[in-house]
């Protein structure tokens, strides 16, 4: 499922496994600032001020953010229900937010739902996929299988066919004003190489085809800086 959406794959697992346990795992594998774990459609509700929501971005974003857990995770629960009990309307009032809301606004609510977690945490879980270091070698045996194929993305492509390296265990992302890549690469030589590129507070005109190449050109300029490096 990752191959086609990492987001309908994400939410899966959070209605089959539940919150708790994926945040419980999360801390285990080194994720401690507990991002939220919303899924797509619970951020695209809330942001867009589905169910009882102020319609305001910039008041409902300061509710939300005084909001724990618990609390956040219910309004995000009340702003699903208004998808069930009217689509159309919930489908018409996203588009509506995302084609009207101010940019900034847009981009404020964004960080605010979206996760959140440090390069350090990224670089960290990185590795542990590019090692197979699960607790299930059934699972490691998967993702052996998929990192062979060398990966997609910035700097997965780049190094496809590389033989430097040995795997490519890499993620990106984008949202409203944040565009994302990186990956952990274990070298032919034993040397250890990670990348994380975070480009925060993007403004309005730069869009996913303009920054896309910049942010790939500087993960492969940053990697070759770093390969000879490399902690072995």
């Known amino acids: 499922m990752i191959a086609i959406s990492d987001n309908t794959a994400t939410d899966a697992l ?89 940019y900034l606004e847009r981009r404020a609510l964004s960080h605010l739902l979206d996760w959140r977690i440090t390069p350090e945490e990224l670089a960290s879980f990185y590795a542990r996929v590019a090692l197979g270091k699960f607790e299930s070698p059934a699972v490691s045996g998967i993702v052996a299988r998929y990192l062979a194929k060398g990966g997609d993305g910035m700097l997965g492509a780049y190094l496809r066919g590389d033989e430097r390296k040995k795997a490519v265990a890499r993620k990106g992302g984008s949202d409203t004003g944040i565009l994302t890549d990186g990956g952990y690469v274990p070298t032919t030589d034993d040397r250890h190489v990670a990348v994380v590129v975070m480009a925060d507070d993007l403004p309005p005109d730069a869009s996913d085809e303009m920054m896309v190449p910049r942010l790939s050109e500087l993960s492969q300029l940053i990697f070759d800086y770093l390969e000879p490096r490399g902690r072995r």
């Not at 857990?69 to 018409?92: F, K, P, Q, V």
């Open 14 to 102: 959070l209605w089959e496994f539940g919150r708790d346990r994926i945040d419980g795992r999360l801390a285990a594998w080194g994720f401690h600032s507990r991002p939220m774990l919303f899924s797509t459609a619970e951020m695209f509700a809330l942001s867009a001020g589905l169910g009882d929501l102020p319609q305001s971005p910039e008041i409902r974003r300061k509710m939300l953010g005084g909001l724990d857990r618990r609390a956040a995770y219910a309004m995000a629960g009340e702003a699903l229900d208004a998808i069930e009990r009217d689509r159309d309307g919930a489908m018409a009032k996203v588009e509506t937010y995302y084609e009207t809301a101010p």
